[in-house]
């Protein structure tokens, strides 16, 4: 057997824990080290029921809430009333980013999502995401994954990302890592 030493291709930059926010944001980690960056959120869950997760851009420290935003999402879905269902959801010149919909506040149904954020430091192309997920919906009779894209329709290089609830607080734990390309 034979060890070599860790590698810093995969780091871990920043983690919040919160049992209740209006939202939570990572700003200031984004550098020239990385090239692209990934989200966990494990146990992502809503005050508020019926209510959906969005992502909103930062820029200079601020989240952009411009109508610029461009989206579409594929759902698989499994119903308690249907064998299966498959749908999309999708956003165009929106001031968002929908990562799902109709989410429930039940705590033992929480969410995870894995987010990926590309050259957020580019300054000549539109910065975007993927993203993979899943949620329960407010019945509790609805089971979704749901994996989609979004994009900012405005070129400038990103300072961060902001994850919030359509309305209410939100709970969970979110950690960003670099990864060099």
């Not at 019926?50 to 930062?58: C, D, E, G, L, S």
């Not at 109508?67 to 299966?84: C, H, K, L, Q």
Request: charged share 15%; hydrophobic share 30%; aromatic share 14%.
């Amino acid at each position: 057997m034979s060890f070599s030493s860790p590698s810093s291709d995969f780091v871990l930059l920043a983690s919040t824990v919160t049992t209740s926010s209006s939202s939570v944001s990572f700003d200031g980690y984004f550098s020239s080290t990385y090239d692209n960056y990934v989200v966990y959120i494990n146990g992502y869950g809503c005050a508020t029921n019926t209510t959906n997760p969005y992502v909103r851009f930062r820029r200079s420290n601020a989240d952009v809430t411009t109508s610029n935003y461009r989206w579409a999402s594929a759902r698989v879905m499994r119903s308690s009333g249907a064998s299966e269902v498959s749908a999309g959801d999708n956003g165009w010149d929106n001031n968002f980013i929908g990562l799902s919909q109709d989410m429930t506040n039940d705590t033992v149904n929480r969410h995870n999502y894995i987010i990926t954020i590309f050259n957020p430091l580019s300054t000549d192309i539109y910065p975007s995401i993927i993203f993979d997920g899943h949620s329960t919906n407010s019945g509790n009779g609805d089971y979704y994954r749901r994996f989609g894209f979004g994009r900012l329709t405005t070129t400038g290089a990103l300072s961060g990302i902001t994850f919030y609830q359509s309305s209410g607080n939100i709970a969970g734990r979110f950690k960003l890592y670099g990864i060099k390309a």
